[in-house]
């Protein structure tokens, strides 16, 4: 039996028909509840988290305490994604098919209010009790990275590989200061991210946005974290995401802002 849930998209009230029924408008967004005065937007980009997703959203709201806006931009799941962040304090912004994860962060970045925006994955890797600290670096920062320094075994053995191959690149070719470029918990300041033009539909997004990153010269803060065990089934093919990643460093090899961007 159907659950129905009221949500807000765009400007036009609709209804979300939950679980069964789910609209299948590109975009269908539940607001986030918020305190005045809030310093960033959290976005939490998600595809079939139904698993991960609560666990994250649940430690997240214990930790935050409305210091943040909250955003699950979920990317068109066939589970019950959706209802599951429906049930938290925050946004809900639903992909009508599955875009990538790229373009599930490019939609939270137009969705957010936040001075701020922060981005960390929906599968419990990541530990949402750094946010507190992330926000208070970017105080005085334009970007922060939490680099995975302990529990990288946890992290396949060939994506261990590929990291390091690609952040050897990222470092000396492109001088990018923090030690994980490929982090899922970073933040950067959202008037930078609207500069960059970023437009990477899938996982070559981090590496898109690292590059632009150090290209402009922000001011980063490297933050030490422990990379934590997955929650559920793993999207990412460790050959086709070090594909996307290696295809966008040439592109972006000569890539520097204009003038009037920096």
């Not at 959706?82 to 009508?96: T, W, Y």
Request: proline fraction near 5%.
């Amino acid at each position: 039996m159907s659950t129905r849930v009221d949500v807000e998209a765009l400007a036009t009230g609709v209804t979300l028909e939950l679980p069964g029924g789910l609209s299948s408008l590109d975009t269908v967004v539940k607001g986030p509840e918020t305190k005045p005065g809030f310093f960033a937007t959290v976005v939490i980009p998600a595809y079939n988290e139904e698993k991960g997703l609560p666990v994250v959203l649940e430690r997240l709201f214990r930790s935050v305490d409305g210091q943040c806006e909250v955003l699950v931009v979920d990317d068109g799941s066939s589970d019950t994604t959706s209802q599951v962040a429906c049930r938290f304090r925050c946004g809900v912004i639903r992909h009508g098919q599955n875009r990538g994860k790229g373009e599930a962060m490019l939609t939270g970045i137009r969705h957010a209010r936040g001075e701020n925006v922060i981005f960390i994955d929906a599968d419990g890797t990541y530990p949402p009790e750094a946010i507190p600290q992330m926000v208070q670096a970017l105080k005085s920062s334009e970007a922060v990275y939490c680099s995975r320094v302990t529990g990288r075994d946890n992290i396949p053995r060939m994506n261990r590989l590929g990291n390091a191959i690609f952040q050897w690149l990222m470092k000396y070719v492109f001088r990018f200061r923090a030690s994980d470029y490929s982090t899922g918990l970073y933040g950067v300041r959202r008037s930078h991210l609207q500069r960059m033009g970023v437009h990477s539909r899938g996982f070559a997004i981090e590496p898109e946005i690292g590059i632009k990153v150090s290209r402009m010269n922000l001011k980063v803060s490297d933050i030490p974290i422990r990379y934590e065990q997955r929650i559920g089934q793993a999207k990412l093919c460790g050959l086709g995401a070090g594909w996307e990643h290696l295809k966008i460093m040439a592109k972006l090899a000569w890539w520097h802002p204009r003038e009037r961007d920096k």
